[in-house]
């Protein structure tokens, strides 16, 4: 693609997203601006388009994102979390399993090997799940589509249903700055923006997310308070970030391996069940909010489950340190599960 064709993807990329997220916006849809922008650029793309997302979009959106959510994070509010620890931590190794159970019922409706169903419906980052199926043999076209799928669905259908469950406006947390200051907000910005940077050197996943996001809970626990983050901001990083993710879709999903995409959504199915019960358990048994636990176990991604929480009101930080939590323990240990399960397997097919 030239320089100039691509140029004009990219802003049509963005008018198509400004267009989806508006019109969303105008219907009092749940997020608008995340799912507006993506279900306009998945039609387009699917009907043959081309479109490109900004250069650096996923960075900046996801520091923008990680810096707005850091500031919920007041002292009383990380107390009471601290609570909830080890509920996080059973929160990820369950996500492991119903990962794992996902992928043995895509495996077996799909016919594709189990590698390439386990990574595949690990809820964790697609390109990490990409790059530890790829070193295992795996079909990396096939990981990447699954997860496509999974993300559109789940930021969807989530958002949709936990608002027509009632599930809204119960915690309103505030970030410890309410009031938006031009010189407040560069620094925190350019804070945000060397963390990220010195998380990236450090080869540290999802830097710009992960990052940005300590230093903001660092400051506020800390009480210094530089600036809030402008709706105005929050809306641009989510509509980018929704273009990042609409870009993944290609007209070519439709029409290849058909039996493939039908068992991925069975198998995303399953992992949403399995995740919703999950959820309903840790509620019940730790006394957190229903709609907080149920988010925090949701098989999205930090930035949208986090997003989705902020705009319904529901436990920003109980959801996003659960998910933080998760993606930490989904990403560091399901690959050496995976190898020990399969050198497990191999040793008693041998023995047999």
């Given at each position: 693609?030239?320089k ?15 267009a ?39 960075e ?14 007041t ?6 979390i601290?609570?909830?620890?080890l ?7 369950a ?5 794992a ?15 390439t169903?386990y ?17 295992r043999?795996?079909k990396?076209?096939?990981?990447a ?10 930021v969807?259908?989530?958002?949709v ?13 505030q ?9 407040g ?9 060397a963390v990220?940077?010195?998380?990236q050197?450090l080869?540290i ?28 901001a929050s809306n641009?990083?989510?509509?980018v ?14 029409r ?6 039908g068992?991925v ?13 999950v ?30 929480a ?15 939590c ?11 599960i ?10 008693a097919?041998?023995?047999?």
């Open positions: 693609m030239t100039d064709r691509r140029g004009l993807a990219i802003a049509a990329g963005l008018a198509v997203c400004l989806g997220g508006s019109l969303c916006a105008w219907l009092g849809t749940p997020l608008p601006w995340m799912i507006g922008p993506l279900v306009a650029m998945a039609i387009c793309q699917f009907s043959g388009a081309r479109l490109e997302s900004l250069p650096f979009a996923r900046g959106g996801q520091l923008v994102i990680g810096v707005a959510l850091g500031l919920y994070f002292p009383p509010v990380v107390r009471e601290s609570t909830y620890g509920y996080f931590i059973a929160l990820g190794f996500a492991i399993g119903a990962g159970v996902s992928g043995r019922v895509l495996a077996r409706l799909s016919g594709v090997d189990g590698t169903a990574f595949s419906c690990m809820p964790g980052g697609a390109g990490e799940m990409a790059v530890m199926g790829e070193m043999g795996a990396v076209d096939r990981i589509l699954a997860h496509s799928l999974r993300m559109l669905i789940v969807l259908a989530i958002p249903a936990m608002t027509l469950a009632g599930f809204s406006g119960v915690d309103d947390y970030p410890i700055a309410r009031t938006f200051e031009p010189g907000f560069a620094v925190l910005i350019a804070v945000a923006l990220a940077l010195l998380a050197r080869k996943r999802n830097a710009f997310m992960i990052g940005p996001l300590f230093a903001a809970i660092a400051l506020t626990i800390a009480g210094v308070t530089l600036s809030s983050v402008p709706p105005l641009a990083a989510q509509l970030l929704a273009g990042v993710m609409g870009t993944q879709f290609q007209q070519r999903f439709l290849e391996a058909p039996r493939f995409m068992a959504l069975v198998s995303i199915a399953v992992l949403i069940a399995l995740s919703a019960g959820g309903a358990l840790i509620a019940w048994t730790s006394g957190a909010y229903l709609g907080s636990s149920l988010l925090a176990a949701a098989p999205g991604g930090i930035v949208e489950m986090a997003i989705t902020k705009v319904l009101k529901i436990g920003v930080p109980f959801v996003t340190a659960a998910h933080v998760r993606y930490v323990i989904v990403v560091s240990l399901c690959d050496p995976y190898r020990w399960v399969t050198e497990r397997r191999s040793s097919d041998k023995r047999g």
